[in-house]
């Protein structure tokens, strides 16, 4: 059975940079906080959900993305590392 995965070969391309902007709030935000503003913002995940995000071993949806980008205060195209002119 043939199994998505980025070129590095985790299950997102985003979760390095959700934990790279997380840990730039001030205070540092754990990944409960994240987890707790996600929840507060309606995307039901936890606080595992975000270490497996993080490390690549979820899949990260279109619904959490948006999230992701508002309970972290950053645009969607750093999250996925895109530039201008591949937008």
């Not at 994240?34 to 309606?42: C, E, H, S, T």
């Not at 999230?67 to 002119?85: D, P, Y």
């Amino acid at each position: 059975m043939f199994k998505n995965k980025a070129v590095n070969g985790k299950l997102n391309v985003c979760g390095e940079n959700v934990a790279k902007y997380r840990m730039k709030i001030m205070p540092k935000m754990s990944q409960r906080a994240l987890a707790d503003r996600l929840q507060v913002l309606g995307v039901d995940v936890d606080k595992n959900a975000i270490q497996r995000i993080e490390c690549g071993k979820r899949f990260v949806t279109d619904i959490e993305l948006i999230a992701l980008s508002e309970a972290l205060n950053v645009n969607i195209k750093n999250l996925l590392n895109i530039s201008e002119k591949e937008w």
